[in-house]
Every structure is written in structure tokens, then in C-alpha cells.
């Protein structure tokens, strides 16, 4: 089992040094590409991996390229490895008539990564401290590292901020399934994220986006006044990308410990596999706001992790339409606007929510047994 340790690098001048590195392998990504395209003009055949990796060798004693000593050994692999795997699948996507592309040059301000294996760093976990070629780097440690570390990768993110990446091996264990309670989910809008089939099991939906809405507003607003091109631009517009990277890191930080919350609560989450594409055409920003989607999927992780079940019922299954009660189907209900009706059959008075979370769950409890 391969598990990823990801800590923020605290801002300081020495980082320049890895954004330099970053962006010298950049440069040595590009020259490989260039020298595929010329090898399949000059023979119309692929590079070998070999050949690559000992003509760079080669280009090393050249004066022009010395920034390539600048590089650890084990990061140029990396490089011509990945390039290699890239015209791998590249060719075979090609035979099996898919539509695809080649390796492309990349330009060096979108350039992300460095990668070192077993050498080029070492690392003082007591210390939260990492030596990336003999210099000292400190990251905000979060928790412990666990396993065996086999890779260590530098990656920038848009902003020019830097993380490091611990990709780690653990020994496998058996997770068996989990005994216990199980529940069923409506998506909700009105105030809940989740609706549940009582009011105390509902999961509120706090909106992050219309929290900071009026501080993003005041920021596209002093972006806008800046000459163009601008330094004062440039820091505007950074201004502005990290308070919706705000947004994004405190959803994903809900969602995390929602999913943990509900995988150490119940043994089966029974959820709608509904469309999101279509509920954002209905509901707009909100259904971006509360982040349905990317919720689904940390959800689908934690409960492997736990041996929690997740179930998710089929889109066209008619939840809201079904009286939990007696079974009858009232197509009358089909309009969203609908939001509370009385089954015509049974009598019974239903919330839509909470009516559709009951019949997810007892669909969902069929689909297992």
C-alpha cells in the first residue's frame, strides 16, 4: 500500500534555490523532448531510454549545459523516465486507434515538480526538517510520517508556493466490513448538506464561498483599478488567487473531516449517484459552493480505509416521488419547487428531502442484501 505525506515549505529566501531547480528541469524536459522529435525526422523511430539517458550523460562534460550538474542524478532519471512512459503511451494509444498526443514542450513558469528517489535529501522529522541537497528546508509538520519513504518530490503551485511530497510504502492490512448502524443521504440545499431521515441526523452545509464573497469582491475590485501588466497587477491578482485557495483549503478541510465523522459513525452510508453537471445547471453556484462532488470522493476513500460501505443508488431510482410509507409513486412531485405533499393514497405528509433520504436508504439496503 503506497500512502502520500503532503507538508507546506515555510516561505524563506533559501527557496529560490528549489524554484531555480524547478525550473532548470524544466529546461532538461524540454531539450529531451526536442531530442525525441529529432531522432523520429532523422530515423522515424522512437528513443530508446538508454540511448537518452547516455547521450545526457555525455551533455554534462559540455560547458553549455553545466546547469545540468546543478541537478541531482536520480531527479534527470525521473525526467527521462517519465518522457519515456509518456511516448509509451502515447504509441499504444496510436495502435489502438484512441485519439491522443505526444510529450509537449512545457514552459518553465507552469513547469510544477522535481522528484529525488534515494538520494538528493535527507530528512529530520524530529526537527521538521528536510536537507534537499545539503540545504535546510522547514515544513509545517501536520502529523507524523508513516512507512517507508521511496520518493521525495518539490512541487510549486500556481501561487510560487512550495510543498513537499513524502510518497511513502505501508504494509498491507485486511480491512474487513464494519457492523453496525447505516443511514441514507438526500442531497440537500436549504441550509443542509446532507439531509438524513431526522432532523438530528442532518449534516449542515456551511458556505464557504459566500463567507469570504464580499473580501473577493473587494479584491477583483483593486485588481481591476491596476495599470495593466503591472507589478501592482501581478500582486493583485495573487491577492485574489489566495483567498479562493482559501475557500478550496477550507471545504476540502470540512469535507475530510465530515467523511471521517460519518465512516466512524456508520457501517453504511447510502447516497443518490446523481448527476452534478445537471444540479449545477439547476442550482448554480451553490451546488459549488458545498462541493458534492469532491466530497463523493474523499467520502469512497475514507470508508476503504475504514471498512465502512458506501451505496449509491441509481440516478433514475424516483426517491423524492415515493411515499416511504405505503410505496405509491406521485409523479405530481417531479418540480423542485415542490417541497412538502401528502401521498393521495396513504395520506402521509412528507418533507421531499427527508421522504427521498428514507426510500435511498432502504434501496440502498436492498442493493447489498
Not at 448538506?193 to 473577493?216: C, G, H, R, W, Y
Request: glycine share 4%; with cysteine.
Amino acid at each position: 500500500m503506497v500512502k502520500t505525506f503532503k507538508f507546506k515549505l515555510f516561505h524563506t529566501k533559501r527557496n529560490k534555490k528549489l524554484h531555480r531547480k524547478i525550473n532548470l528541469a524544466c529546461l532538461m524536459y524540454n531539450h529531451c523532448i526536442a531530442l525525441h522529435k529529432r531522432y523520429w525526422h532523422l530515423y522515424h523511430k522512437s528513443l530508446n531510454l538508454y540511448d537518452l539517458q547516455k547521450h545526457i550523460t555525455k551533455l554534462k562534460k559540455i560547458k553549455r549545459f553545466n546547469y545540468l550538474k546543478e541537478l541531482n542524478s536520480q531527479t534527470v532519471q525521473d525526467i527521462t523516465e517519465r518522457i519515456d512512459r509518456g511516448y509509451k503511451l502515447f504509441w499504444k494509444n496510436l495502435k489502438n486507434k484512441k485519439k491522443t498526443a505526444p510529450p509537449k514542450f512545457r514552459k518553465i513558469r507552469k513547469y510544477k515538480s522535481i522528484t529525488f528517489k534515494q538520494t538528493g535529501w535527507k530528512l529530520d522529522e524530529e526537527h521538521s526538517t528536510v536537507y534537499i541537497q545539503k540545504q535546510k528546508y522547514r515544513y509545517a509538520r501536520s502529523r507524523d510520517i508513516d512507512g517507508k519513504i521511496k520518493t521525495v518530490t518539490v512541487k510549486r503551485d500556481t501561487l510560487g508556493d512550495l510543498y513537499i511530497y513524502f510518497v511513502c510504502e505501508l504494509s498491507d492490512k485486511e480491512i474487513k466490513p464494519r457492523t453496525g448502524k447505516s443511514v441514507g443521504f438526500d442531497f440537500g440545499f436549504k441550509g443542509n448538506m446532507l439531509v438524513a431521515e431526522t432532523e438530528i441526523d442532518d449534516i449542515k452545509a456551511p458556505s464557504f464561498f459566500k463567507e469570504m464573497k464580499n473580501k473577493i469582491a473587494k479584491a477583483n475590485r483593486n485588481l481591476s483599478s491596476k495599470k495593466l501588466k503591472s507589478n501592482n497587477q501581478k500582486k493583485a491578482r495573487l491577492e485574489l488567487a489566495r483567498l479562493y485557495r482559501k475557500v478550496t483549503n477550507k471545504r476540502n478541510d470540512y469535507h475530510w473531516k465530515l467523511a471521517k465523522y460519518l465512516c466512524n459513525k456508520y457501517s453504511i452510508i447510502c447516497l443518490e449517484n446523481i448527476s452534478m453537471k445537471q444540479m449545477q445547471k439547476k442550482h448554480g453556484k451553490k451546488v459549488m459552493d458545498y462541493g458534492f462532488y469532491s466530497f463523493t470522493i474523499i467520502l469512497d476513500y475514507i470508508a476503504k480505509q475504514s471498512g465502512t460501505q458506501v451505496i449509491k443508488v441509481d440516478r433514475f431510482f424516483p426517491s423524492s416521488q415515493l411515499c416511504s410509507d405505503c410505496g405509491y409513486q406521485n409523479k405530481e412531485v417531479k418540480n423542485l419547487s415542490i417541497r412538502e405533499w401528502t401521498c393521495p393514497k396513504c395520506g402521509a405528509h412528507h418533507d421531499r428531502d427527508r421522504n427521498a433520504a428514507r426510500n435511498i436508504h432502504v434501496e440502498g439496503l436492498k442493493i447489498i442484501s
